[in-house]
């Protein structure tokens, strides 16, 4: 395996407008994209510290994986994000190694990076996210 650093931590937040108060305002971080990915039923909004962005994230529709989980656990954590050289090899060594991954193949999130996710029932409850380039 081959992760670099923690590339990000994605927040599930019901309103991006309300979240972004604490973290200009409180934290001090600087809000420098925001962004829909339609793909993902979110909308997004991007903050950084060193090599590591905090990313909170909103839902655009019910039915979207962050409307389901504020519905059953609130807000807070939704995920953490390795960066990694190549999502889709990532993706096939981690299968090959037992763990249930939710995509097969990485696809295209936020800031046009190849995103594939791991299952949070095979993670110790941290659903995670591989990223590159
Ligand atoms: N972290 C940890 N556990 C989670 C979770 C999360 N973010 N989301 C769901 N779960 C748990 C649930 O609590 C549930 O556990 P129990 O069975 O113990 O109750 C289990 O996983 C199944 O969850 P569910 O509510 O039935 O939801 P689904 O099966 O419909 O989907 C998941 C769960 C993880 C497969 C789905 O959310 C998914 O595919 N996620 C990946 C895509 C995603 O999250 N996109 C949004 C962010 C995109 C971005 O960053 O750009």
């Known amino acids: ?3 670099s650093h923690i590339e ?13 108060k604490y973290y200009e305002d409180i934290l001090g971080l600087k809000c420098y994209a925001v962004e829909e990915v339609k793909d993902q039923m979110v ?5 950084k510290i060193g090599q590591t962005k905090i990313e909170l994230l909103e839902a655009t529709s019910p039915e979207s994986p ?14 953490i994000a390795f960066a990694v050289e190549n999502t889709d090899a990532a993706l096939a060594e981690v299968e090959q190694k037992g763990i249930k991954t939710i995509d097969k193949k990485a696809r295209k999130g936020a800031e046009g990076l190849n995103i594939g996710f791991l299952h949070p029932k095979f993670t110790f409850g941290v659903l995670t996210e591989f990223c590159s380039r």
């Open 1 to 3: 395996m081959d992760l």
């Open 43 to 47: 909308k997004t909004a991007f903050f």
């Open 8 to 20: 990000h931590i994605g927040i599930a937040v019901k309103s991006i407008d309300d979240a972004k």
């Open 66 to 79: 962050v409307a389901k989980f504020i519905d059953k656990r609130g807000e807070g954590i939704h995920h």
